[in-house]
């Protein structure tokens, strides 16, 4: 079993800045695929990330891809969502989520644990 809890969520105004938290705990980190989703108001969860903590491969969605940075501390057993250039269409409840695979993974059925979610909200 994973237990993740994610924070860093709230408000901030379109190209501002956020950095997301996610703590793991119960299994060996390391050896975990991370990854970020997120889902609109309204609409179906989304890939945003992910990062083999094997390889240190990472892979992003177009629609992110230059604005947001995924990093991890080991040591903390904490994976990061830095988030930069918001905009409203970024608004969502992120969600992180754990997968056993070593590799990347994209699709949501491919993780097994997930976090509670944290709100971002990107005021226009």
């Known amino acids: 079993q994973v237990q993740l809890v994610e924070s860093g969520g709230g408000l901030v105004q379109a190209g501002g800045s956020l950095r997301l938290s996610c703590v793991a705990s119960?299994?060996?980190?390391?050896?975990?695929?991370m990854g970020w989703f997120r889902q609109p108001p309204g609409k179906e969860r989304e890939f945003v990330v992910s990062?083999?903590?094997?390889?240190?491969?990472?892979y992003y969605a177009d629609s992110v891809k230059g604005r947001f940075g995924i990093s991890r501390d080991i040591a903390k057993n904490t994976v990061y969502l830095q988030m930069n250039s918001l905009k409203p269409d970024d608004t969502a409840v992120y969600y992180c989520?754990?997968?056993?695979?070593?590799?990347?993974?994209?699709?949501?059925?491919?993780?097994?644990?997930w976090g509670q979610g944290t709100q971002v909200t990107v005021s226009s």
């Open positions: 119960g299994r060996t980190f390391s050896s975990l695929t």
């Open positions: 990062i083999s903590q094997i390889t240190g491969n990472t």
């Open positions: 989520a754990a997968s056993t695979s070593v590799i990347i993974r994209t699709a949501i059925r491919d993780y097994s644990y």
